[in-house]
Nanobody
């Protein structure tokens, strides 16, 4: 089992920055891929960014590329999502997830991920 706990959400104005953290614990997951997803009210959960522990590769959805940065700290077992130039459309609950499958690419659909955190709310006002 893997436990994931997110933190760092909040209410900010457009143009501001936030850094989300996802602390992982439990079984060894060095080969896992980590993902950040978000879900706005009335919308489906969508992929935001992905990170692989073993090689440090990253992947972003187009809406956040250039503004968000995903990274990981192997010692702290924590994945971060640095969010800059936030927009109102970035508002939603942000979830951290872990994908235990061996893949050649990042999975971008929610049901491909095996473990989920409880989510943290991000609200961007205009």
């Amino acid at each position: 089992q893997v436990q994931l706990v997110e933190s760092g959400g909040g209410l900010v104005q457009a143009g501001a920055s936030l850094r989300l953290s996802c602390a992982a614990s439990g079984r060894t997951f060095s080969n896992y891929a980590m993902g950040w997803f978000r879900q706005a009210p009335g919308k489906e959960r969508e992929f935001v960014a992905g990170f692989r522990w073993n090689i440090g590769s990253t992947y972003y959805t187009g809406a956040v590329r250039g503004r968000f940065t995903i990274s990981g700290d192997n010692v702290k077992k924590t994945v971060y999502l640095q969010m800059n130039s936030l927009k109102p459309e970035d508002t939603g609950v942000y979830y951290c997830a872990a994908d235990a499958s061996v893949r050649s690419t990042f999975a971008t659909v929610a049901n491909s991920y095996d473990y989920w955190g409880q989510g943290t709310q991000v609200t961007v006002s205009s």
